[in-house]
């Protein structure tokens, strides 16, 4: 079954505190991108990457960071999380944009 | 600044009418347009996408509609379901980039 896993699904933090959230996509696809929701602004990019070890900015890249050294990991680390950075993320992978699948989200609560 | 509207943030429909979910843009360079489906506890998946050659796309029960020169486009649902009752996210691109921007949504609720 073509799927895109995150984890964990739920994390509450307190500011300053490195955390991970992986991501895992089983379907060979080059593209994966991050994505954060917030009420009245829709979903924003936040980074994407078009293949391994190529990576860039999304629309709101500030307070993360990518890696992409496997083709089917995209890890989203928040190096030193603020309470600004609680969001509802989403990984995404693709090949063209009608093949784009999405997580089923993490819910961030940066305390 | 928003480059995808959303207004509606709600929409309630009878079971069997038509649903008619509205979206604006505001940059003319978009030349290609998405609708996403979201349930609870779940991430969007795609619905029906349309390009800016094209006016209209039809799959099954959902119609996207688009308007360059008012750069409007509507999704149609008829009938409507109950099943269809989710939040509906229109998205935007330019060709060749890899930035897809999205709307605020609309939770479509349809009674039975």
């Known amino acids: 079954e073509a799927q895109v896993t995150q984890n964990p699904r739920y994390l509450i933090t307190v500011t300053g505190k490195k955390l991970t959230v992986t991501c895992s996509q089983n379907?060979?696809?080059?593209?994966m991108s991050w994505y954060r929701q917030d009420p009245g602004l829709g979903l924003r990019q936040i980074y994407y990457?078009?293949?391994?070890?190529?990576?860039d900015k999304g629309d709101v890249p500030e307070g993360y960071k990518v890696s992409r050294k496997e083709k089917r990991n995209f890890p989203l680390i928040l190096e030193s999380p603020s309470p600004n950075q609680t969001s509802l993320y989403f990984c995404?992978?693709?090949?063209?944009?009608?093949?784009?699948?999405f997580g089923p989200g993490t819910r961030l609560l940066v305390l | 600044d928003q480059q995808v509207k959303q207004n509606s943030p709600s929409l309630s429909v009878q079971e069997g009418r038509i649903s008619i979910l509205n979206c604006d843009y505001t940059?003319?360079?978009?030349?290609?347009f998405l609708w996403y489906k979201k349930y609870p506890a779940e991430g969007p998946t795609f619905l029906i996408s349309i390009s800016s050659i094209k006016d209209k796309n039809e799959d099954g029960r959902f119609t996207v509609f688009l308007n360059k020169s008012a750069k409007h486009l509507s999704l149609h649902i008829v009938p409507s379901q109950p099943g269809d009752s989710a939040v509906y996210f229109c998205a935007a691109l330019s060709s060749g980039a890899n930035n897809l921007f999205f709307g605020t949504g609309t939770r479509l609720t349809v009674i039975p």
């Open positions: 995404a992978s693709r090949q063209g944009w009608e093949t784009q699948y």
């Open positions: 379907m060979n696809h080059e593209y």
């Open positions: 990457s078009m293949n391994v070890e190529v990576t």
């Open positions: 940059n003319s360079m978009f030349d290609y």
